[in-house]
């Protein structure tokens, strides 16, 4: 017989707030991106602006986990969940001042001569939305398949980031006044490239969450590549 | 069979009925030697009957019948000669409430021996010092041994049940809910003196107190209407059980 406690009730209105919390991460980072593409000022001091709730967002899950732990002494299941939220509600806060670093570039970018963002760098927008999107899913389901699946995807980001790299030392080498900008693109992909390594830090957590397993420092699933070390 | 220098008690294929209800299904379960086990479960489960069959009190029980076997130390304890008196001996008990005897603090802890034939006084009172300093109580009362056990706290009183059972030698302590009528500092004692006691007994104990299971024990079994679902390491059992039972049982999911 299952019974729904006050402790239960609780736990799901943990789960919804750090689900709020991320649909703020998500929306911060598409919006850096945004504004990056479109050189939007305004939307890029939106994206600043707005970090300050996703930290407080995260103290207060933090807390209430913490308040938890300490009254109500769970254990398996309920322990790993607390236990992966606080880490979850860490790692989000991180891509959420990546995004506003990305959004510091765009403002960097605004005051130079305007340039196409390159389309590398679209892509790795693109591909750490949809990592952010899809670690949050896994949570939300407990998909380990999907988790899986998100840290196959790392490499492909570690791999546009090269790219990027090497196309922007290629630009800067054919003239000298484009060296302030390359910089900013080299840094946007940097960024991008962590916003991936933390959407895959969740998914690892997701594995904990559901099988109790930590796959954390025991490289990759099998069949999939072992992670490099980046550029930079 | 089980080799005995790992674990002290086995039991194989048991069953237990109180008159036509089976109140144990086919318990397979070995007990390590100096490691406390913790048997958990909802009221009714059956580890408490589990519990007093270790030692055969339950045959106290009219219209009860056991069949399958218990191994201690190799011997079968329900095999026909056994005596269960030298059974409760070796393994001894302690039981919900402090239950001392209306004597006085050293007669307490005296009474077993003696009745076993200890009459040296000498050795009387090393056995009693002996058995009250690994009760640690011996610092509270060392200087008012022959006052009454009755004017003892609640739980000084269960620990000194505790010195009374380890008076008598015993390879295994049996504890059924030995915290549950005491305060939270008197439980914290008890169960520090739990820790302590493995050095030398091996020793199962009964809770309801889930945290007290997972704070003292090395090995964790669930049992659920008469069944033994899961049993393992206590880190295990409290961060990743095995079973869908246990995991409902122990994270309050079921009533």
Redesign the interface.
Known sequence: MNTISSFHRQMQQVKDDILAMAGLVEQSIHDAAEAMARRDASLALAVIQGDRRIDVMQNGIEERCIALLATQQPVAVDLRFLSAVIKICAYLERMGDQAVNLAQRSQALEELLPTEVPATLLEMAQLAQEMTRDCMDAFAAGDVALANALLGRDDDLDNLNRHILEEMVQWMASENRLVRRGVEFILAGRHLERIGDEACNIAEEVVYLVEGRVIRHLGRPEGQPQPSVGPL | MADTSTFVIEARDLNFYYGQVQALNQINLQVARNQVTALIGPSGCGKSTFLRLLNRMNELIPGTRVDGQVFFDGQDLYAPGVDPTEVRRRIGMVFQKPNPFPKSIYNNVAYGPRLHGVRDQGQLDRLVESSLKAAAIWDEVKDILPQSALGLSGGQQQRLCIARAIAMQPEVLLMDEPTSALDPIATARIEELVKELKKNFTVIIVTHN??QA?RVSDTTAFFYMGNLVEVGPTETI????AKEQ???Y??????
């Open positions: 889930m945290q997972a409290f961060t990743r059980p246990t995991e409902h122990i994270t309050g999911r079921f009533g």
